[in-house]
Nanobody
């Protein structure tokens, strides 16, 4: 069974940075795309970034130029570097494979203005 453990969230001020980590177990994910998603209170979960098996990435317009996704296939890890954070980035952040497996617990990111 595939499992995800997200970490690195926290409470920051607008303009600051955070780096999220995702440890994936139960699968060797080198040939799978990995996405970062977020869900704010009262909103649907949305995908903010995807990193393909070869390392190319795509981003939602709302985070383009501020977030950077990466992966370490040898360690079964994915990362999300978040810079210039805004209050509207406040959400629980999750990682998952594409297509999705069962969701992990996520990590809370709160950005104060």
């Amino acid at each position: 069974q595939v499992q995800f453990v997200e970490s690195g969230g926290g409470l920051v001020q607008a303009g600051e940075s955070l780096r999220l980590s995702c440890a994936v177990s139960g699968i060797t994910f080198g040939d799978r795309s990995v996405g970062w998603f977020r869900q704010a209170p009262g909103k649907y979960r949305e995908r903010v970034a995807i990193v393909y098996s070869a390392g190319a990435a795509n981003y939602a317009d709302s985070v383009k130029g501020r977030f950077a996704v990466s992966r370490d296939n040898a360690k079964n890890m994915a990362y999300l570097q978040m810079n210039s954070l805004k209050p509207e980035d406040t959400a629980v952040y999750y990682c998952n494979l594409i297509p999705n497996a069962d969701w992990g617990q996520g990590t809370q990111v709160t950005v104060n203005s």
